[in-house]
C-alpha cells in the first residue's frame, strides 16, 4: 500500500508539473504572438523639436512609446521613449541599427534604463540591415525588434 501511495504522488507531482510547463509554453506563445501585434502612427508634435513623432502601440493604447525621428550630421535618428527606457536607433546609407542614448537627450535615469534594457541584444541589433532604408521600413523594423531589446521581465512594460 505504501509502494502504492508513493507511485500515486509521483504521478500527481508528474502531471502537476507537465500542467505548469505547458501554462508557461502557452503564455510564452501567446506574450510573442501579442508583441507582433503593433500599431504605429503619426501623432501631432507640439512637445519635441522632432521632424516626425510617432506612437508605437503593441495592443494596449495606454501603454504606447514613442518613435521621434531626427536628422543628424551622421543620417537619420529615431529616438525610442516611454517611461522607463529609452534608446536610438540609427538610419544612415552605411546601415541601420540600435544605439544608446546620447546622455544630453536622456530623459529616463541611466540606472532604469540600464536595468530594464538587455546590453546582449543591445550587441546583437547594432546593425539590422547593412544598408539605408525607408521611414517606414526603419518603424516596421523598431517595432520587430524593440521588443528582444528589452529583458524578459520588462516586457510587460510595452503591453
Not at 26 to 47: G, P, V, W
Not at 88 to 108: E, W
Request: aromatic share 10%; proline share 1%.
Amino acid at each position: 500500500m505504501k509502494n502504492l501511495n508513493l507511485k500515486f504522488g509521483r504521478f500527481v507531482a508528474m502531471v502537476a508539473i507537465m500542467f505548469t510547463v505547458s501554462m508557461v509554453k502557452a503564455n510564452d506563445l501567446d506574450n510573442s504572438a501579442s508583441m507582433n501585434n503593433f500599431h504605429i502612427k503619426e501623432i501631432s508634435n507640439i512637445e519635441t523639436n522632432a521632424l516626425n513623432l510617432w506612437e508605437l502601440n503593441y495592443g494596449n493604447i495606454d501603454k504606447g512609446v514613442h518613435i521621434e525621428k531626427n536628422f543628424t550630421n551622421r543620417g537619420t535618428e529615431y529616438i525610442v521613449r516611454s517611461k522607463f527606457f529609452e534608446v536610438r536607433y540609427i538610419n544612415t546609407k552605411h546601415g541601420f541599427g540600435v544605439r544608446s542614448i546620447q546622455p544630453r537627450n536622456a530623459k529616463v535615469q541611466e540606472q532604469i534604463n540600464y536595468a530594464v534594457i538587455d546590453q546582449a541584444q543591445m550587441d546583437n541589433q547594432r546593425i539590422i540591415c547593412a544598408e539605408g532604408i525607408s521611414d517606414e521600413k526603419a518603424l516596421n523594423l523598431i517595432a520587430s525588434y524593440l521588443p528582444d531589446l528589452l529583458r524578459s521581465n520588462y516586457k510587460h512594460i510595452l503591453r
